[in-house]
């Protein structure tokens, strides 16, 4: 019979010597070397010499222990500067790890991840210490995932490309179709009031008028994707957007899913562009449906809340609207929900873009928010989405368009538009509420009535572009002959107003399409303002 005895622990690591330290060593694949006080190799293991040379293995021989080996900062012929060399820190007892290194071996330089480890002494201080290098094909692996990520990054440049092609076209024919549909609004709300209330010409015309305003909306959306327009802001009350939203929606959510709206009766007024307040509303409402499967519930909700600057993560505190849309659906792992608002990140496979969430995040960012979401798998998701709020006193401005008698006048107006259907719209708009109207096509003829016109002239409604000139020309010319003279620019393109530099004193801008409610209101507006000295002198300084 034989016995065999396991050893004990005592007896395997009394089996350990140090005679036994290289041996260690040359069984780690990483290059390791042992570097003494005065900075010299007293040891390098098996990987070190493979990398580095048979020359280094000499160095670490007795009869050379001052010998060093060069490193250079990758890229150039520069010494790594000593200081930052992570063995000379390790020796003062730090532990330090570079990646900007060049080491000199026998077939030329290779640029590697260098560490440094301290090897503390009996008294706590370094008495050696350990040098590691990773040689490049130790790294495979990370560059397999760098090549995954180069990949990833130009399929978002792709798509990055194909919606700012998206936005240049809608900004190229945005001035165009926006003069189309304010002609269209205009002679629809001329028809419609020649019916009487309750008529069912009435009716059809009431649905020309949606339409033209379902197709603002679709204009001033795809104008979002064009990086080179500023958003508008104006105020815009949370409850009138959401809750058109959620009716809209709950056309397109399955029977099966139970869709519930409560707007609290003090969400207010936020400061945004509409279209955008209606893509967070719709984003969300639209990733809540996707996340149920078969039946389950989904929950719209608006409010107002004090959020205080520890919830709002150091943005101001406040009182703020609350947009929350809740669902019952699958909900998201804590890997996943750290992505939601990556660019291009779906949950969806091949059906999603990537970008609704991502859309949410920028608008919200931009209006000086933050979004808040609860999830778990299994028990659905939660988004809060808060505003902040304006003061509670309701800007002079906003003037309720929807109630009592249109805005009338007695002054003398110019129009001058290169669109003829747009000027006789805009005439008959205005002769109707009992201004006295001047009209010119374009800049040339509407500069000569100005040099000829006696009479005082009280405001120029004009585009901002036309054929033969702009905005700037016609600035000119009434700063010569009517000084006093207000004016209101137009125009549908994305940008005329910030990039024209126009807008100041005794100048103000409507965007097309408009409607007869916010054009007339806009020019008793601009008409009742107070007279501003010297308006010509400071628009003047701008040209």
Same mark, same amino acid.
């Given at each position: 019979?034989?016995?065999?005895?396991?050893?004990? !622990?005592?007896?395997?690591?009394? @089996?350990?010597?140090?005679?036994? $330290?290289?041996?260690?060593?040359? *069984?780690?694949?990483?290059?390791? $070397?042992?570097?003494?006080?005065?900075?010299? &190799?007293?040891?390098?293991? &098996?990987?070190?010499?493979?990398?580095?040379?048979?020359?280094?293995? /000499?160095?670490?021989?007795?009869?050379?222990?001052?010998?060093?080996?060069?490193?250079?900062?990758?890229?150039?012929?520069?010494?790594?500067?000593?200081?930052?060399?992570? =063995?000379?820190?390790?020796?003062?007892?730090?532990?330090?790890? =570079? %990646?900007?290194?060049?080491? %000199?071996?026998?077939?030329?330089?290779?640029?590697?991840?260098?560490?440094?480890?301290?090897?503390?002494?009996?008294?706590?201080?370094?008495?050696?210490?350990?040098?590691?290098?990773?040689?490049?094909?130790?790294?495979? *692996?990370?560059?397999?995932?760098?090549?995954?990520?180069?990949? %990833?990054?130009?399929?978002?440049?792709?798509?990055?490309?194909?919606?700012?092609?998206?936005?240049?076209? *809608?900004?190229?024919?945005?001035?165009? =179709?926006?003069?189309?549909?304010?002609?269209?609004?205009?002679?629809?709300? @001329?028809?419609?009031?020649? @019916?009487?209330?309750? /008529?069912?010409?009435? *009716?059809? &015309?009431?649905?020309?008028?949606?339409?033209?305003?379902?197709?603002?909306?679709?204009?001033?959306?795809?104008?979002?994707? +064009?990086?080179?327009?500023?958003?508008?802001?104006?105020?815009?009350?949370?409850?009138?957007?959401?809750?058109?939203?959620? %009716?809209?929606?709950?056309?397109?959510? +399955?029977? !099966?899913?139970?869709?519930?709206?409560?707007?609290?009766?003090?969400?207010?007024r936020i400061l945004i562009e509409e279209t955008q307040l209606e893509q967070v509303a719709m984003n969300l409402i639209v990733n809540a449906r996707d996340a149920i499967v078969g039946t389950g519930q989904l929950s719209v909700r608006t409010a107002r809340a004090w959020l205080d600057a520890d919830f709002t993560g150091g943005t101001e505190a406040g009182v703020y609207a609350e947009l929350t849309v809740a669902d019952s659906g699958i909900g998201m792992t804590p890997d996943v929900a750290r992505r939601i608002f990556d660019p291009y990140f779906s949950t969806k496979d091949e059906h999603g873009m990537g970008l609704g969430l991502t859309t949410v995040d920028r608008i919200v960012r931009q209006a000086g928010g933050h979004v808040e979401v609860r999830t778990e798998p299994g028990a659905g998701t939660r988004f809060s989405v808060y505003f902040p709020l304006p003061g509670s006193r309701k800007p002079e401005s906003i003037t309720a368009h929807n109630t009592g008698e249109l805005p009338r006048g007695s002054e003398t107006v110019l129009v001058v538009d290169d669109d003829e259907s747009l000027c006789a719209a805009l005439t008959r708009m205005l002769d109707r509420q009992g201004y006295r109207v001047l009209s010119a096509s374009h800049g040339s003829p509407a500069i000569r009535l100005l040099r000829n016109l006696q009479e005082p002239l009280h405001l120029v409604i004009a585009d901002v572009v036309t054929r033969d000139g702009g905005a700037q020309d016609l600035l000119e010319a009434l700063s010569e002959t009517h000084p006093s003279t207000r004016l209101l620019l137009m125009s549908g393109y994305a940008d005329d107003e910030a990039r024209m530099g126009l807008i100041g004193p005794g100048v103000s801008f409507i965007a097309k399409p408009y409607t007869r409610e916010g054009m007339l209101y806009t020019v008793r507006e601009v008409l009742d303002a107070p007279e501003l000295a010297g308006r010509m002198q400071d628009a003047g300084g701008r040209m």
């Amino acid at each position: 019979m034989r016995l065999r005895l396991t050893p004990t !622990r005592e007896q395997r690591l009394a @089996f350990f010597t140090p005679a036994m $330290l290289p041996q260690i060593l040359n *069984a780690i694949p990483a290059a390791v $070397l042992l570097v003494d006080t005065d900075e010299s &190799v007293i040891h390098a293991n &098996v990987a070190a010499r493979e990398l580095l040379g048979s020359g280094i293995a /000499d160095r670490a021989q007795p009869e050379g222990p001052g010998a060093r080996f060069p490193l250079y900062v990758a890229g150039t012929n520069m010494s790594y500067p000593r200081e930052r060399l992570p =063995v000379a820190r390790a020796l003062r007892g730090e532990r330090a790890a =570079v %990646e900007d290194v060049e080491v %000199e071996h026998p077939r030329g330089r290779m640029r590697m991840r260098v560490e440094g480890v301290p090897v503390v002494g009996g008294h706590g201080e370094a008495v050696l210490a350990a040098a590691v290098l990773y040689e490049p094909r130790r790294r495979k *692996a990370d560059r397999a995932i760098s090549e995954e990520r180069q990949r %990833e990054l130009e399929v978002r440049l792709q798509h990055a490309r194909k919606l700012d092609t998206v936005g240049r076209l *809608a900004a190229g024919v945005a001035h165009d =179709v926006n003069t189309l549909l304010t002609v269209i609004s205009a002679n629809a709300q @001329f028809a419609r009031d020649a @019916f009487a209330p309750g /008529d069912r010409g009435a *009716a059809e &015309v009431d649905e020309i008028l949606l339409a033209v305003n379902r197709g603002s909306r679709l204009m001033r959306t795809l104008l979002g994707y +064009d990086k080179r327009r500023e958003p508008r802001p104006v105020p815009v009350d949370v409850n009138e957007v959401v809750g058109k939203i959620a %009716e809209t929606m709950r056309r397109v959510i +399955d029977e !099966r899913i139970e869709l519930t709206v409560a707007l609290g009766p003090d969400a207010g007024r936020i400061l945004i562009e509409e279209t955008q307040l209606e893509q967070v509303a719709m984003n969300l409402i639209v990733n809540a449906r996707d996340a149920i499967v078969g039946t389950g519930q989904l929950s719209v909700r608006t409010a107002r809340a004090w959020l205080d600057a520890d919830f709002t993560g150091g943005t101001e505190a406040g009182v703020y609207a609350e947009l929350t849309v809740a669902d019952s659906g699958i909900g998201m792992t804590p890997d996943v929900a750290r992505r939601i608002f990556d660019p291009y990140f779906s949950t969806k496979d091949e059906h999603g873009m990537g970008l609704g969430l991502t859309t949410v995040d920028r608008i919200v960012r931009q209006a000086g928010g933050h979004v808040e979401v609860r999830t778990e798998p299994g028990a659905g998701t939660r988004f809060s989405v808060y505003f902040p709020l304006p003061g509670s006193r309701k800007p002079e401005s906003i003037t309720a368009h929807n109630t009592g008698e249109l805005p009338r006048g007695s002054e003398t107006v110019l129009v001058v538009d290169d669109d003829e259907s747009l000027c006789a719209a805009l005439t008959r708009m205005l002769d109707r509420q009992g201004y006295r109207v001047l009209s010119a096509s374009h800049g040339s003829p509407a500069i000569r009535l100005l040099r000829n016109l006696q009479e005082p002239l009280h405001l120029v409604i004009a585009d901002v572009v036309t054929r033969d000139g702009g905005a700037q020309d016609l600035l000119e010319a009434l700063s010569e002959t009517h000084p006093s003279t207000r004016l209101l620019l137009m125009s549908g393109y994305a940008d005329d107003e910030a990039r024209m530099g126009l807008i100041g004193p005794g100048v103000s801008f409507i965007a097309k399409p408009y409607t007869r409610e916010g054009m007339l209101y806009t020019v008793r507006e601009v008409l009742d303002a107070p007279e501003l000295a010297g308006r010509m002198q400071d628009a003047g300084g701008r040209m």
